[in-house]
């Protein structure tokens, strides 16, 4: 499952991987992209969650290049991902490079608790 949503008040888009993540689950959030995105400014967080991530489909990666596209042509200016578990991280680094090509800082935690900190929430 994957849960896409925004809060205009803290210029936030945020992700949730959640147990079993599809193709069909990233294709139904790319649709939904541009209008979570018109609620928001340039310079906007992103938080990507992978807390409650149990397996991704390894072909989801081509979805999340095309996410990471949008965002970055929308004007992200930081994106915070919480992987509690660096197994289950599919080269958002790497993919950042291809598809970031704005460069917005990322920053990698471990836990919610550290992403709400730097984003004082």
Known sequence: MFLAMTN???RLLYFGYIQQVRTKDL?????ELPALLADLPP?????????????MDPACTTQIGKVMDLCDQHGVGLVIRVIPDPAKDIGFN????????????????????EAAKLLSI
């Open 8 to 10: 205009k008040a803290k």
């Open 27 to 31: 294709q139904r959030g790319l649709e």
């Open 43 to 55: 310079g906007f967080h992103l938080l990507v969650d992978l807390g409650r991530l149990e397996s």
């Open 94 to 113: 790497l993919l950042s490079i291809f598809h970031y090509p704005h460069h917005p800082r990322a920053v990698t935690c471990k836990t919610m608790s």
